[in-house]
């Protein structure tokens, strides 16, 4: 059965209390469910504050792949430029030599024949201005390695931007807030990214590509279809309320932490929902989590057919409850 | 709208840790004439009665609300908030219909009547248990800091009332609360529920497993370490499977066990005659404060010793259990049994031990307050009412105190309850206020809170001596006390810290009850009615 005790790369996590190594482990093992639909860990804490903030945090961490540099013109992109995280419209030719045109390397005011990062920005995402990355982050970043400069430090924020942890909740507000207020709590030493990430967190899915998590509200998915283009790093959700939407269909492929707030409504929802179903087995050794004492947790599968179904949904009456 | 973080990380935290680490306990409380009564209700549901009157209806309606007023707390059954009253006279009219059940009603009146004159069952239970616990006052730097650990827990707003009514007449520290307030509250070290958890979200339109489901939060992410689930007739089972947020998730483990039928008495001492009832000289003539209650003849002084305790005031007393390693407290209302062994302690020794160990408790805790000033406050308040009773009586004050809105039978006792050395102030912050106003006292701003320290540096100053006094008791045990005992049927063992311990045994229980002074409740005295164990 997974344990804790499988959780020994990485961050260096003894420190941290016992509930934390679990989320810890959550969102390091989640990704490797390999299923036939879309897989969601269900979490059960005390209580709803705070937790999920928690899970937020531990799921922040740089991706692998580093930024390409594109192979030809992206048409509107987001880009960080001169420290300043802008969208712009990448249209300009390469050189021969396959350096970067004058015009847009008198934008950047970067090293002639380097390139800032630009990651395509889907049709209909919205026209915004432009953002600078927090106070004394980007040197945070570089002290801790990441970055042989503040230059490429800050392109290190921009890549947790392109990719964000996602949190579905009802009240993003107070989640950014708990976010910050775990960030700067003794609780436990966030590693460099997880500080960045939790420094400023943003309230609405406009703001992808310039914080590395955003809490928006299930409802804030309807009149954005752009959001299915881009893909979270992790995507967490608060009360059933918030899951039982079609915002836990917009990205099928990116598995789903769900904390149920024991307190509300929430289990008799999930059980009637979830004790009478046949759902998929699962062919894996961390999908036999069952989380600790005062923290159940499970892993299951939803096929992904259901999400057909999600298309149905009564938006008009939802939310009636908390808004 | 949310409000932005309710809760603090710290609450939050402290919430899980004790989730983590909860010790969950269900007690049956006997209360065999309650289940003569659901039993008589249930042949209602037969249809050889066929339909009911409408006085008969009223009168099943009134007692189903009843029985689910006294399943929400150790209520007083006549309560105000109860419906006592009303129901004895819903019973007269469903009798005089008349029809099938008219019997049944009989038999039902008699008991609802019965159980109104008595204390109800869980009560004495639950004060050993509220006493006994290891942690009374929440931690200095967490959110409950001089405040109670202990809450009970009802489900709806007039139980908490009754719940708060009791633990203010039992001076117990321990706070009632509400199922909906505790759902927002922070974590308490003992919380006590009364039925299973479904029974707080159960209603006329959702039952089991609906109701269990909402409310199993109660006990799979429990806001206390030490959990206890009181039950008695009326409440349903608990159903551990359906605990849990989803199916196939194991349940936590909830130790089940029936009401500590109070442990046995000891019973060394072997009458070889039943000895014969001493004819005692009191004279209480010049005592002001006197109360009926029930007298027991103890051995220990060829003349004769006596002692006498009241249901409600003074002193419990404390019997020996069989195997000699601790005492108990029998139910307020149960007469002590002939041969039973109790136990004394010398009273200036204890008073004084007592305040030693109350300052030594406050000088750590509270280092920041004076405990002088609330021993002055304390005296002060004993004082003025002494000197009112002295100037406008009993009568007056109670007048006074009942027009504040104070409960007829809290107002009753009160008097009696202050003057008394052990007492420190009433819990409730309305009461305490009511009396200083009937005094014309105008306490100090910081007094209340001052007493309610002293209260708490007192309760465990109490725990720490009766821990003292059960450990000698062990070690005599050991040592003899047992021969002692049956030999001669009473023994004394003296202590540096605890002063003088008096193990007797009860030699005969008076059939009626004597007029006796309060302040000499629980003591015993010899047959001028003198105190024998200073």
Known sequence: ?323 | MQILNERSLGDAIDLLERSEHSNIESVRIDWPELTELIRLANKFSNPEFGATSVAEDRCLSALGVWLSQLADGPIDAIHHTAGHGPLLGFFEEAISVGGAGADIFQSQHEIVASIGSKVHPAAGWLEDWISAQPILEGSPDGPRAGQPATALVSKKESGRQAVQDWLSSENLFADAITYAGLKKAPAYENLVFFGPPSRYESSKWSSSPDSDYRAQWLLTAPAATRILLLNWPFHSTLDVSLLGPWKGLSSPAVIFRQQETHPEPATLFVFNTPPLEKSARFNFDYELDVVSAAEYQILGKESGLWVFFDENLGPRPRVLSRDLSHTFSPPRYKTLSYGSHLVFRSQDVERAQLLKVSEDWWTEKYKDFSFSRAEELRNELKERLQEFIDHSGVDQLRRGLLSSGLPREYVKQIHARVLDQGYVAPQSQDSYEAICRVLSYRAPPESFDLLGKLRTARQQAGLKLMRQLLEKLQSSGASGLGEALSDDGYAGLHDDTLGELFITTVAHVSEEQKLFPISKLGRPVDEVGALWLK
């Open chain 1, 1 to 323: 059965m997974a344990g804790l005790s499988d959780l020994k790369e990485g961050q260096e996590i003894s420190s941290a209390p016992k509930w934390l190594r679990l989320f810890f482990l959550v969102a390091r093992r989640i990704t490797t469910v390999k299923a036939d639909g879309h897989v969601s860990c269900v979490v059960a804490p005390p209580v709803i504050d705070y937790f999920p903030a928690a899970l937020a945090l531990a799921s922040v961490s740089i991706p692998g792949a580093s930024l390409e540099r594109p192979a030809e013109p992206l048409g509107r992109v987001a880009s960080l430029i001169n420290h300043t995280l802008q969208d712009r419209e990448h249209s300009f030719n390469f050189n021969e030599d396959g350096s970067v045109a004058d015009e847009f390397l008198g934008l950047t005011k970067f090293k002639r024949g380097t390139f800032p990062p630009v990651v395509r920005l889907p049709e209909d995402f919205p026209h915004r201005s432009d953002s600078s990355i927090p106070d004394g982050i980007s040197e945070r970043l570089q002290l801790a390695g990441l970055g042989a400069n503040e230059r490429e430090a800050s392109w290190h924020y921009f890549q947790l931007c392109a990719e964000p942890v996602v949190v579905i909740c009802q009240n993003p507000a107070k989640v950014a807030n708990e976010i910050s207020e775990l960030t700067s709590s003794s609780l436990y030493e966030w590693n460099a990214e997880q500080f960045s990430a939790g420094a400023e967190v943003a309230t609405t899915p406009d703001a992808w590509f310039r914080r590395p998590i955003i809490c928006m509200s299930p409802r804030s998915s309807r009149s954005r279809p752009w959001l299915s283009e881009l893909t979270p790093s992790a995507v967490i959700v608060t009360g059933y309320s918030a899951w039982e939407t079609p915002a836990r269909w917009v990205w099928p492929d990116v598995p789903h932490s769900l904390f149920l707030n024991v307190r509300s409504e929430d289990v008799l929802r999930f059980r009637m929902w979830h004790d009478g179903q046949d759902l998929p087995a699962i062919d894996s050794e961390f999908a036999k989590l069952t989380g600790i004492r005062g923290i159940p947790a499970k892993i299951f599968v939803e096929p992904f057919a259901v999400a057909a179904n999600s298309a149905d949904f009564d938006w008009e009456g939802y939310g009636a409850d908390f808004e």
